[in-house]
């Protein structure tokens, strides 16, 4: 029996540069036909961190070169678990990587910045979708994967290496963000902390003596969420759009017609839902399919001309990258404030009442920090004790969460100082 | 007298994270609003090295991004200069930069791929067109950089650091493109070339002690030509995306209604030529203007399912990556192959001879070998002297050049196995 | 005037090779000449982390190669405060320089594990003592940055950025601690964090959007402590060399014949505190620049074999790297457990009480947590505001401070299992 | 059977953190125990590139971690090799790691610096001396690696492994100095040209998509020849090492008593040839393993302040690096110049004769250039056929080889200005 793969996979493994890891790996097999479908190879065509590269011009690096990034690690983590004894079958570790590898497969275009705009379904259950439908195309070979996506296979930390704290997407996203924006504070020890992986009662734990590496993988993902997933101007953009699309599908349903591609018409006229989906998967799943990236930014090029003025001023206010000013606070905005602004909105506008979802975007954003109420990391210590992470450092880890409430206008509107930030260009 | 800029740029100059380079300063004043307009930020939807993210995944930079880059280096390069007792003024170091920053902002789509299938003008000449248009725009702030870019200003060695053997182009372009594919090889010690600058005669020399340096240079270029321009893959991908394109304007002039956006449809139905572009210019710029990457793609999206069998057949072979093989020899190809392969191809295809140049692509392409005959780089000798770099290196710099002719058709013409290489997903 | 240094300076400046920032310039003139003096060529045989090198085969860089990246940082740091409108004139800029370069040039042999045990005065101290000694020798030179490295200079934030909470000094041992350990997650965004800072008040303070760039610095440093600093074996091998020396020191006070170095020998006869050095400075100094690594690690060397059998033992343990065991607690240990240690040690070795503490060393170490009780990182808010950090952060700076507990002897006293870890050979 | 090492090692393995290649696995067994014996232990105390920290001030990297490293480079390499067919057994496989880890363990101080002044033995026939001492240590475990070592065993590949054009030897020295040094031109693709490593007949060879890392292999191993191990003033600090000790030896000779530790001391005194050493092997090899960097460095410390004036000269310039200049030629120095050059040596230094060879330096280095006269790089085209290196590039690697005369001596014999280089401090 070989360590890593089949015989025939071995001695046919494809290299592919990867900036971030040097070279990865591609076995063959079925992993292989996956990446060459059509479902898989549409990922090149959807970026994985949305409207971040009008902070980080850097980060335009797409779902498909993250989710290569996340297989390679997978291997890792199952060649380090295998050797300190843990007993994964060949199938098993296929398995793993084919849940990894289609993880995100369910993402629609600029990731999750539409998920709920273009249709009512999250991307976990597209995936699963997709890996149904792929299970049917290479029949029963991803049974097991799914099994493993799902949480209901019994070696629990199978699933927990693709869907976890430590789970190798989040290893593999935060490096890559990192890499990619430029944010070298954002890089974490991927590589040390896979090495002190080990597996307890069928349950993922980290070796000890990783724990100080766990506590810069706690940080420098906060330290991303604040300084890039969550960086005004990026947010700033990304509300822009959800209102830009949000327009036109108010457009169409009063009977506009708007240029848009096939795949990007369909979901303008048509809201699926999960149900709607379950229904028919196949035929929806191809619409979905054929939806990416530049279906909605080429949608929003021929907009910006749009007799719709809103529409148009949207459109062209986000090809041209002139975005809307975004204020953050701690606490909820004060009414008179808010009242204020709809006014002068209203002024500058010309426009009515109905107008202001479009021009005023509220709403707020927590960071995911680390809790201890459920799944907690679990420290492998010395003795041979297990023991949960807030329970083995001295670091603590308990740091409030933080919900900031955030404002976003024209800034036209109130043309005050903007302040002296690395955004703007 | 200031050092670098005029101290109210300096104040207020603005942070960009660049993965490259760390940190980039972006100066306020005319820069700066040559980067916030339009037509610059069009580079943002351009792709540097057009289809080799096919091949490497993580080469989706943008001219945006490598504009920006070669004016960080350009900064520097006139620091060091200064240093040396080379005088520059202010105007002159804000023309050089100018220069450098929209040395490329004539590229179309997929930059040089489809330099001559769309329009038939150079990007070196667009750009300049640009430029005379956005002197308009910033009245007269442009002048002394469009005499720098025309090489018609005194001061020759602004025009070589803009445009010569060692210009902030290339320095950031092999740079850039070894860093986004993961070529690590590619990689040039550019921070040192630069340190190695110096002007003698008005012209660009490089110190005697950087001469490894730049024997890496040449290496490090010539070997990005063969693995990444140049690759096998890259180079099919691209001859589809040309042929492709060439299959959508003989179907509009045989008088066929292609789904295209607005931009793009106009340069399917019209070629302008560099007399057009002149005598027509603002027309015809803002129509090229309009133009980039997505509306290319999302074209092909469209014509996947187009009723002409060919034009679909090459779209979705492109979309969902199914490339041509390409064949490369040191010889042109025997004509007895090439005319079985015709056969072949007519056989397999079922259509008549008019389809050949779309399905059986030929050419040549030789790398870009240093030459002595013109414009050699200088070295600045201890001595005080000034020699050619090809009397200043044991290292045999008059390697032959090299030109490889290609063959390049649908795989399933010829099934036969096709190699291991690290290229297919 | 010029931005940086005088005309004569820059253009003759130095450029040097370093792993960690690429190219250092070194500026000509007096800070050329301190760094030609023998007293600081001394520093090329100190290494920055004594025997951390026993863990990280690579952590063998010197003080003199962490003076000049402080040197460095501290000329990017000046340009940064000058392009803010922080006024620095020459003289002060250069008086900064000196003291940075100078702020370690104190250190005796194997840095500071062996402070206390050679001699009774603090580095720091010693310094002083060098920079009165070198302001004689190049005449006044040296005034401004005594002022300066003693903090009795008007503009205090010139102190603060050789000795403070975010000094080049720090920022540079951070990073070339981390680089050359290879211990990754060190890394601090030191690139980052001087982009940001500025002075209010004549104090330094940190623009508000560095706040994480802050945050994640002090976890780096946090991280440095305990996985590198502190770490068990490091620590084993420091308190080993402690005793050795202790050892040859008692003996030679028995009126013992040990082989040593000249430098070695009159410390091993002398220990001159504070006031010896003050009263006899130059002679007291011109023994002490003799002393280096070199001196300690070659009598180890020789003492291998020695009469005495416990400084033999001492000795060749530490050459071969036969390191003791150091076990770890939060607490103090118990009585009885060390009395039972006492008990097999003597039982052990065949000698008496009196040999107890060169082979049973016990003591405690804390790292060097954020306080906010003195001297806090200053937060300069968009606001215009400037607040203490553990007031601008939702992270909780306030960390318990850690205080671990070691008992550390001879591994074949006890010989049970000491675990795997990566830090034997 | 397991793939890489028998199951008790993987499962035991410690990791080392290596700032080149981030994690480095050491198995344990017989490969942990050589690593933790003193004669290898002793390689930390001999630096990879003897003075070269004289100008590269990061470059203290050690013989140890160069064998620790290139043993990761062949594990890894064995891996790639047998996932590709080629059968190699455990004890093959230990075999090749061992005699890689010892490759270079009969260096002596400054390794070749002072290969041919203390001793009259090449460093690789006392690597062959130590592990017959090692061979009788762990009985028997070394005779296979011996085989390899010598060239001795059938399967060649695994000596070319070892020493040849591609082995792990130089991947790893040229990858580490370049990391150590900063000169990052000469980094080299190591881990793409494992990846392209096979063998037929026995034989090691490079698959044809490998051929341009192996072009840049060379022109980099050419670079970091001029720019680092032939630098100009490494080569002074290194010749002025030789004579330094060669006066010491010649003062002994007369009957002087010069400080010295012991086996420096044994030394000075015998001057052993490789018969004496095959004779009094085993008491020889204690004396030599006794010897260091240190006993060295220690030793011209002590002689600063000689009577003999020329030895405390040399010594002194030596620690206070006060190098002496070298002055290269493409052509031997013309006779007139150096009868010029001796006259004032002798007029400034107020010496005989007799004292030349020790003040004005003469030699001649060369560049180890590619030859295609022997043992060249085997190509294996994608044909399957099997060409020489020099017959599939169209680079032109036979370069003329390049010799460079050298003249050396002090700089106040005639203190002509020196140039603005990068060396100096």
Redesign the interface.
Known sequence: M???FPAHI???????????Y??VD?PYGIL?DL??H?YF?RL??IKQTSLT?YV???A???R??HA?GALHLMQQAIEVLR???TVISEDEAEGACIAILLHDIGHGPFSHTLEHTLIRVTHEELSLLFMERLNEIFPGKLSLAMQIFRGRYPKKFLTQLVSGQLDMDRMDYLNRDS???????G???Y??II?MLAVRDDELVVEE?GI??I??FL??R??MY??VYLHKTVLSAEQMLIVALRRAKALVQEGAQLPA???LGFFLHHEPNQADFVRNRDSLLEHFA?LDD??V??AL??WMDNEDKLLAFLSRSL???HLFRLEFRHQPFEAAYVAALRQRILDWSGLAEWALPYLLLEGRESNAAYTTSKDEIRILH?SGQVMPMSQST???LQ??E?TKYFLCYPKAVFPKES????T??
Chains 1, 2, 3, 4 share one sequence.
């Open positions: 070989d360590e890593k071995m001695n046919q493994k494809k290299i592919l540069n990867d900036p971030v040097g070279f591609l292989f990446i060459e059509p190879q090149r065509r590269h980080y011009p850097g335009l690096h797409t498909f070169h290569i050797s300190k004894g890499f990619f924006t430029g944010v070298h504070e890089v974490i020890g590589d040390r090495k003596k100080y590496s506590e810069k940080i420098a906060r330290l604040w300084q591609s096939k795949a054929a530049y279906d930014t080429s090029k021929e090809i041209d990258r010395k001295d670091y603590d740091s409030r933080v302040g002296n930030n690395e703007n260009p």
